[in-house]
């Protein structure tokens, strides 16, 4: 059974971000937990010190993982700065030997590629196995969940749960 750790990486309280991972959840099989970056302490995450017990607690759980689905709101044609923070505290190879799904969300087809160009170079630079082709949703698709985004959901969904444990200890 793969271990499933499910990142959001919105900063809003109340986020579509957030209620996309929420179907995602409900489709993944096996262990699934769910690490919100809104939660992390703000300052020790900004000034990059990964051994607050926070940050190293959120680290092992990246570590502990076999699959990472980290989604994103898509701000100014990139990833939310809580994303990117959280990336440069983790450790040179923390996705090594995992699956990594890209997710991102936004108000218009303008940042369709931003999952492309601006995310996935960085997933591939920590050493992630596998980086899937992802997914793209409108803010619109998600509350509430639009018939059509379904299929693409358990298609996503189907790829999370095919992907292979870690063979590393």
Do not use: C, W
Not at 2 to 17: K, M, Q
Not at 113 to 142: C, K, Q
Request: aromatic letters at 4%; glycine letters at 6%.
């Amino acid at each position: 059974m793969s271990r499933v750790l499910l990142v959001s990486g919105s900063p809003s309280e109340h986020s579509r971000t957030a209620q996309l991972l929420d179907h995602v959840a409900e489709l993944v099989t096996g262990g699934v937990s769910l690490l919100r970056l809104r939660d992390l302490p703000a300052e020790p995450l900004l000034l990059g010190h990964s051994h607050h017990p926070d940050l190293a607690a959120a680290a092992e759980s990246v570590a502990a993982a076999d699959v990472i689905v980290l989604a994103t709101p898509i701000y100014k044609a990139a990833y939310t700065g809580l994303v990117k923070a959280f990336l440069d505290g983790l450790p040179q190879k923390a996705f090594e030997d995992k699956t990594v799904v890209p997710i991102a969300t936004g108000g218009t087809r303008a940042h369709l590629l931003a999952v492309d160009y601006a995310l996935r170079p960085v997933l591939s630079v920590l050493g992630a196995r596998h980086v899937t082709r992802g997914l793209f949703v409108l803010d619109t698709e998600i509350a509430p969940l639009a018939e059509e985004l379904r299929p693409r959901l358990r298609a996503l969904a189907d790829e999370v749960n095919a992907a292979p444990l870690r063979t590393a200890a």
